[in-house]
Each structure stands twice: as structure tokens, then as C-alpha cells.
């Protein structure tokens, strides 16, 4: 079916649509874009809709940064963002019937800016078809869910479940998703509508915090797709329910961060799980050591916050070291315990506000250069047990680090092409300058 029998197919189904919500992913990981007529899907199938590239060049206060050069400098030039057709879905939110669709930026010319992450995605996808390499993936998400009070600036953040005077963890509590039965069903009639694989549903490690699992997808451009649509579902379901869920890398001291897991292995053109059977060890290795060895210049794309630091703790699930092992969820790279064909790798160290297309491109170029050609390398020994308690090859523990080892990262100019290389390290500079010039209140408190 062509993307306008689709488009035309959709519309008849859903005949009493009168809006659009038309989507963008920034290279900070943010949906942006705006409301329009039913009308517009025409031209989003079509030539596509126009949207200034400088939305690609914005920081993570919609500010412009001029050292992108994407802004006035350049003639605030427009880009053509055409429909991920199978992101064409109704939504079960708004006063009104509303579809929305996520779109990909194109210059004028038809070729894919090089400032869109999910363009950068599609690159490294069909770098790994040339190579005769399919992957399969897959996202977990975790979030806080917030009381709705903890929107007002300022203001100390609200957790649901939290009990005064109790810790209250209860992990694995099927009694703390129960109270919360109606937000968990929304979002999966809500991931029904946009066709997302949601699996499980659990309560994890601090008051107030879940993750949602998506079942894995043999198409890494779709699966991430899948992890920037979720994000956006559990955001308006919480809202639907008077709450707030929130992504935030490290939202609370005392308690575990929010992450990002991703799940890849990789088919060969047979179908076939390079990992496992004859020669699939070594295979999954030299994968393992492409990761772990571009892993520090690439930090910046997994923890793309200044806040996202403070979630790399020992003791707190987050790795602080380049590392793998088998089974063993104290480490950066674990290999999940599973049956031959299942045999994976599971990255761990993503804050959930990281941008799931960068990453994945990250990811996935990195399994590639380790298994391909003359690069083929073979990682450290797999640890075992507490990793915390081991020393050295740590990962960056601050955004400064890891600004500069990612802005003079051959890599990284590889993965993801010297033009996202240039916007994120320019983003980031204005980040950092911004955090900066601000006196916090602790040192008001402390100091005047």
C-alpha cells in the first residue's frame, strides 16, 4: 500500500478528525511542532509541511543557539518535513477528534538534514543493510509519576505513592499498579491506537516510579519511533489523570534515576541471530568491544543532561564503569540471561530523557565497527558480581567531560555525521554556559 492509500485509507476510517498533531524530534530528544487542520496530512504525505530547520537548533529552553548556525545567520532557512507514515494514528486525547503523525526533516533538495536525529537513524539502519546486518531492538522506559502540583515552578516535586515518614519502595508491587489501573489502561488503549508493542507494566525501585517495556521490533527505526510516541502517551495520560510523569534523568537525590534500556541484536540476511549458534560468542564480543570502546566519546549522547550525571551512582543500577557481564545489572553492557535465539545485548546506561535516535545510532554503529572488516576487537574480561566495587575505566561524570571528548570524536563524526556532531556540541555549550551563570539557592543559603 502506497503512503497515500494509507494516508487516504486512515481518513476514511476516522472521518470525524478535524486535527493533526504535526511532531518533531530535536537533537535534544524533545517533541516539538504544532496543531493543524486535518488538512495538512495531505501535505505531510506529499512534498511535506514546512518547519524552519532552526527547530533543530534550539537548547532545551526552546532558545535559539546562534553557534548551531542554523538561526537568522543563515536566513532562518525552512526544511520539508515529510510523515513516518506508520506513526499516522488518532489519539484518545484533546477537546477534539485529533490524529497526530511524527515527521522527518529533509532539505530542500530531498536529501535528509543532517540536524535530524531520526534521519541520522535511518543512515547508520542502512550502513548495517550494506553490511548484511539487520537489527532488532527494543526500548524500556522508566518515569516518576508526580503529583499535578509539582508543575508549578519552583515548587518540590509531589510523589504519588510516597507515605510520610516511610520509604515505601514497593518494588515489584502489583498492588501500586492496581491503584493506578486506570493511567496504565490509557496508556495501553492509547499504544493500541498508535499500533506500540507495550509488554509489561512494573513498579520499580523508588516511590512513585514504573517502567513500561515495549516488545522488541525488527526494525530499529520503528522502535525508536516506538520510544519517542510512548513518552509523549505516558505525558498525556498522566495529565488526562490530573498527575505529571516525568523522564528527568535524576529527579531525587535519595532515589534511584529514570532509564532508558535498549535491547539490540542483530539478524543476518537469512533472518538468522548473529549471536547465536556457531561463531556467535565471538561475534557478540567483537560487538561488545565496538560499544565499549566508543562508549566514553558517546556519553553525551546516553546521559544528554547536565542532571543526568547525578543518576550514575554506584548501588543505584546506573553503571559508573565501561563494562559488561553476563546476567548482571550492575554493569554497562549486560548480556540478558536467555535462550540461544534471544541471545542479546542490553545497554544500560541511558537517562530516559535521552534522545532514542541518537542513541540507537550510537548503539548500532558501535556494534557495527566492532564486528566488521579489520576493526574486529575483543572486550575485557566479562565481570561478575558488584561492579561497584571494582576501580577504573570510568564512564565521564560530568557533561564538561563529556562535551569534549564527544566534539573531537572521530566516531562520533562517523555514527552520526559532522553536521549532528557541530548542532549537539553547540546545544550542549549553550547548556552548560546557562547552568553556569546560575547561583543556586544552596549557595545563597550558604554563602550571603
Given at each position: 500500500m502506497?503512503?497515500?492509500?494509507q494516508?487516504?485509507?486512515?481518513?476514511?476510517?476516522n472521518?470525524?478528525?478535524v486535527?493533526?498533531?504535526?511532531?518533531?524530534v530535536?537533537?535534544n530528544?524533545?517533541?516539538r511542532g504544532?496543531?493543524?487542520?486535518?488538512?495538512?496530512?495531505k501535505?505531510a504525505?506529499g512534498?511535506?509541511?514546512n518547519?524552519?530547520?532552526?527547530?533543530?537548533?534550539?537548547?532545551?529552553?526552546?532558545?535559539?543557539v546562534?553557534?548551531?548556525?542554523l538561526h537568522?545567520?543563515s536566513?532562518?532557512r525552512?526544511?520539508?518535513c515529510?510523515a513516518?507514515?506508520h506513526t499516522?494514528?488518532?489519539?484518545?486525547?484533546?477537546?477534539?477528534p485529533t490524529a497526530q503523525?511524527?515527521?522527518q526533516?529533509f532539505?530542500?533538495?530531498?536529501?535528509v538534514?543532517?540536524g535530524?536525529?531520526?534521519?541520522t537513524?535511518?543512515t547508520?539502519v542502512?550502513?548495517?543493510?550494506?553490511?548484511?546486518?539487520f537489527p532488532?531492538t527494543?526500548?524500556?522506559?522508566?518515569?516518576?509519576l508526580?503529583?499535578?502540583e509539582?508543575?508549578?515552578p519552583?515548587?518540590v516535586p509531589?510523589?504519588v505513592?510516597?507515605?510520610?515518614?516511610l520509604?515505601?519502595?514497593r518494588?515489584?508491587?502489583?498492588d501500586?499498579l492496581?491503584?493506578?489501573?486506570?493511567?496504565?489502561?490509557?496508556?495501553?488503549?492509547?499504544?493500541?491506537?498508535?499500533s506500540l508493542?507495550?509488554?509489561?507494566?512494573v513498579?520499580e525501585?523508588a516511590?512513585?516510579q514504573?517502567e513500561?517495556?515495549l516488545n522488541?521490533r525488527?526494525?530499529?527505526?520503528?522502535?525508536a519511533?516506538d520510544a519517542?510516541?510512548l513518552?509523549?502517551i505516558?505525558t498525556e495520560?498522566?495529565r488526562?489523570?490530573?498527575?505529571?510523569a516525568?523522564?528527568?534523568?535524576k529527579p531525587?537525590?535519595?532515589?534511584?534515576g529514570n532509564?532508558m534500556?535498549?535491547?539490540?541484536s542483530?539478524?543476518?540476511?537469512?533472518?538468522?541471530?548473529v549471536?547465536?549458534g556457531?561463531?556467535?560468542q565471538?561475534?557478540?564480543?567483537?560487538a561488545?568491544a565496538?560499544?565499549?570502546d566508543?562508549?566514553?566519546?558517546?556519553?553525551l549522547?546516553?546521559?544528554?543532561?547536565l542532571?543526568?550525571?547525578r543518576?550514575m551512582?554506584?548501588g543505584?543500577y546506573?553503571p559508573t564503569r565501561i563494562?559488561?557481564?553476563?546476567?548482571?545489572?550492575?554493569?554497562a553492557v549486560?548480556i540478558?540471561a536467555?535462550?540461544?535465539k534471544a541471545?542479546?545485548i542490553e545497554?544500560?546506561?541511558?537517562?530516559?530523557?535521552a534522545n532514542p535516535?541518537?542513541?540507537?545510532a550510537a548503539?548500532?554503529?558501535g556494534?557495527?565497527?566492532g564486528?566488521?572488516?579489520?576493526?574486529t576487537?575483543?572486550p575485557?574480561?566479562a565481570?561478575?558480581g558488584n561492579?561497584?566495587e571494582?576501580?577504573?575505566?570510568?564512564?565521564?561524570?560530568?557533561?564538561r567531560?563529556?562535551?569534549?571528548?564527544f566534539?573531537?570524536?572521530?566516531?562520533?563524526i562517523?555514527a552520526?555525521?559532522r553536521?549532528m556532531?557541530?548542532?549537539?556540541?553547540a546545544?550542549?555549550q549553550?547548556e552548560?554556559?546557562?547552568?553556569?551563570?546560575?547561583?543556586?539557592?544552596?549557595?545563597?543559603?550558604?554563602y550571603l
Amino acid at each position: 500500500m502506497s503512503d497515500t492509500d494509507q494516508l487516504e485509507q486512515f481518513l476514511g476510517k476516522n472521518s470525524d478528525i478535524v486535527a493533526v498533531e504535526l511532531m518533531l524530534v530535536d537533537p535534544n530528544g524533545i517533541i516539538r511542532g504544532k496543531w493543524a487542520p486535518v488538512a495538512t496530512l495531505k501535505k505531510a504525505f506529499g512534498d511535506g509541511v514546512n518547519f524552519p530547520l532552526s527547530l533543530h537548533g534550539c537548547d532545551i529552553w526552546g532558545r535559539e543557539v546562534a553557534a548551531t548556525g542554523l538561526h537568522i545567520e543563515s536566513g532562518d532557512r525552512d526544511g520539508f518535513c515529510r510523515a513516518v507514515p506508520h506513526t499516522l494514528a488518532r489519539v484518545p486525547w484533546g477537546n477534539r477528534p485529533t490524529a497526530q503523525v511524527l515527521l522527518q526533516t529533509f532539505e530542500d533538495d530531498r536529501r535528509v538534514f543532517g540536524g535530524c536525529a531520526r534521519g541520522t537513524l535511518a543512515t547508520v539502519v542502512a550502513r548495517l543493510k550494506e553490511a548484511g546486518l539487520f537489527p532488532v531492538t527494543a526500548f524500556e522506559l522508566e518515569f516518576f509519576l508526580l503529583k499535578a502540583e509539582s508543575d508549578r515552578p519552583g515548587s518540590v516535586p509531589q510523589i504519588v505513592d510516597a507515605i510520610e515518614g516511610l520509604d515505601n519502595q514497593r518494588m515489584y508491587s502489583l498492588d501500586a499498579l492496581a491503584e493506578n489501573s486506570g493511567f496504565f489502561e490509557d496508556i495501553r488503549l492509547a499504544a493500541e491506537l498508535q499500533s506500540l508493542p507495550i509488554d509489561t507494566f512494573v513498579k520499580e525501585a523508588a516511590p512513585g516510579q514504573y517502567e513500561v517495556n515495549l516488545n522488541h521490533r525488527a526494525n530499529a527505526l520503528r522502535a525508536a519511533d516506538d520510544a519517542v510516541q510512548l513518552r509523549r502517551i505516558i505525558t498525556e495520560c498522566a495529565r488526562k489523570h490530573g498527575l505529571k510523569a516525568t523522564f528527568m534523568a535524576k529527579p531525587f537525590i535519595e532515589q534511584p534515576g529514570n532509564g532508558m534500556h535498549v535491547h539490540a541484536s542483530l539478524l543476518d540476511k537469512d533472518g538468522e541471530n548473529v549471536f547465536a549458534g556457531e561463531g556467535g560468542q565471538k561475534i557478540l564480543e567483537n560487538a561488545i568491544a565496538g560499544l565499549l570502546d566508543t562508549m566514553a566519546e558517546t556519553s553525551l549522547l546516553y546521559i544528554n543532561t547536565l542532571n543526568g550525571f547525578r543518576r550514575m551512582q554506584a548501588g543505584s543500577y546506573a553503571p559508573t564503569r565501561i563494562n559488561w557481564g553476563e546476567n548482571n545489572r550492575s554493569v554497562a553492557v549486560r548480556i540478558p540471561a536467555s535462550n540461544m535465539k534471544a541471545k542479546r545485548i542490553e545497554h544500560r546506561i541511558s537517562g530516559a530523557d535521552a534522545n532514542p535516535y541518537l542513541v540507537l545510532a550510537a548503539i548500532l554503529q558501535g556494534m557495527l565497527d566492532g564486528i566488521s572488516g579489520n576493526r574486529t576487537r575483543t572486550p575485557p574480561e566479562a565481570e561478575t558480581g558488584n561492579s561497584y566495587e571494582r576501580t577504573g575505566n570510568e564512564l565521564p561524570s560530568t557533561m564538561r567531560q563529556s562535551l569534549d571528548l564527544f566534539k573531537n570524536s572521530e566516531f562520533a563524526i562517523r555514527a552520526l555525521g559532522r553536521e549532528m556532531v557541530e548542532i549537539l556540541t553547540a546545544l550542549k555549550q549553550a547548556e552548560l554556559d546557562t547552568f553556569a551563570r546560575e547561583i543556586t539557592p544552596l549557595e545563597r543559603t550558604t554563602y550571603l
